[in-house]
């Protein structure tokens, strides 16, 4: 259940998962965008082309049945093939579903896929509508209008570290990237941000997440942390001039490290610590005064 | 030779070097060392209590009479005996060095066998009379006076990631840490920064290096990167609370990523750009015109 319902003309909630999350003890995660979903009221469909694995559609179809949304359904769409062939009774299950799980794989062979299609237009229409969207790994990086593609790994940024590729764009005012810490990510994001600083670098570790609100705040849940990364008041890059394999300067950047309960306020460019005990106390109190 | 020679009573330069520096083509690290220790005129000591390799001095005093210093003698301090047995001919040394180079190794290794001695405590006199002290690995953590210790590695920052230990204390307003992409060492450098956010936290790549003028500026120089985390402005974290291996919230921080030529202004806590080649041919100039 939707504890804030949004207006229907308001985009979906979304949230980008770090890859690896918890899927046999307590969930938290997915269990979290169940309730996005709308709980036993959801109708959730699932994407999985990004994966090379048949089975990983049905795998986490059993894992939100488990987890007891209302409704699941995996949408069959293998390759660019597939992607183009997708007709009315494809569009009709998106017009009825209340939320689109994006897996993880390759989010190259997502992209390559759909890039282009009416089903790409018909998934930012709908979330535009209101359809939450998740995803998770590659699904993940998959929200970004400029996305990270592929790279190496490394704590320092050089030149040609990076591949970027048009994503979704349901979030376009971000740059996420996953299995941050596990895979040593932040030399990547930093390349990408020092060749255009303008969206907002976001590296989530794994069994990590982000529910970005339409209103513009995000915050963070899980077991691991969240790097964000603010370059859009960089004073100074080389990343145009140093030669292939060296590293980039970029002076001015500022960094956020955000674990669960803490946010992110997208429009200010400002993190949020965690809200206080006694605040959501007060809260609960005054919501307990205010029921009928 | 040294360009800008300091009065007596100004500290030393420092040069931190993130270690594995090039031993064998352009040298650039090491023949800077050589210039800032006087060149021809210098008299270089070298202690190399780090390591545990008894050819370790040997080596580096190979390579810097390659490299055409004056003088170069190894100061034999094997252990924590050794070191309080250090008696007025090793003093002798020290006054008469115009610089003193730490070798790599474990810099506990180091800080357990000196600490508390004479001969710590004439290290750090002879430095603040001016006498250059250089350190790679873990001689350049050494130059701290907060050190990082030991730690594991990984790029978000972790309760008990770090074990600090008291330094030299040559660059108290510095947390130096090396190797630092190769062995990804950003997050056990936040985790330190979180619990006291007070000095400058430099993360220096390997065959990269930090020289830190008296003044307060520090100029990079070398093939890797320097992340510099300032942390003092930090609004909030939880390092206090989290338990054992748990990731922690850091809100509030500033990142600059310096490559060879960029520059840091200690005192005002900022990054400074390479200085532009009109400016310096201009500086040249007015040097060229200024000779008698």
């Given at each position: 259940m939707d504890e804030h319902p949004l207006p229907a003309t308001r985009p979906g909630r979304l949230m980008a998962i770090g890859g690896a999350e918890d899927k046999t003890r307590e969930r938290i995660v997915l269990r979290r965008f169940v309730e996005l979903a709308g709980g036993r009221d959801g109708k959730l469909l699932i994407l999985a082309t990004a994966s090379e694995l048949a089975e990983t559609g049905e795998r986490y179809s059993d894992l939100f049945r488990e987890l007891e949304v209302g409704k699941v359904a995996v949408l069959?769409?293998?390759?660019r093939e597939a992607a183009l062939a997708a007709g009315p009774e494809v569009l009709d299950l998106l017009a009825g579903a209340t939320a689109l799980f994006l897996t993880g794989g390759s989010q190259l062979r997502f992209s390559s896929a759909l890039g282009g299609t009416p089903l790409a237009a018909a998934i930012r229409r709908r979330h535009a509508e209101g359809m939450v969207v998740g995803g998770t790994s590659a699904g993940a990086s998959l929200l970004s209008e400029h996305m990270i593609a592929l790279g190496d790994s490394g704590s320092t940024p050089r030149r040609r570290l990076v591949h970027l590729a048009q994503g979704l764009g349901l979030a376009p005012d971000l740059m996420i990237d996953q299995h941050f810490r596990r895979r040593d990510r932040l030399g990547r994001l930093l390349t990408a941000?020092?060749?255009?600083?303008?969206?907002?670098?976001?590296?989530?570790?794994?069994?990590?997440?982000v529910v970005i609100e339409p209103e513009g705040t995000m915050r963070v849940l899980g077991a691991g942390a969240v790097l964000v990364v603010d370059a859009r008041d960089m004073?100074?890059?080389?990343?145009?001039?140093?030669?292939?394999?060296?590293?980039?300067?970029?002076?001015g950047l500022k960094l956020d490290v955000l674990t669960t309960g803490c946010g992110y306020d997208l429009r200010r460019r400002e993190s949020l610590p965690p809200e206080?005990?006694?605040?959501l106390v007060l809260r609960e109190a005054a919501a307990a005064l205010a029921e009928p």
């Open positions: 069959r769409v293998a390759d941000l020092s060749y255009n600083p303008t969206p907002l670098g976001v590296g989530i570790d794994e069994d990590t997440a004073r100074f890059t080389n990343s145009y001039a140093v030669r292939r394999g060296q590293p980039l300067a970029m002076l206080k005990t006694d605040v």
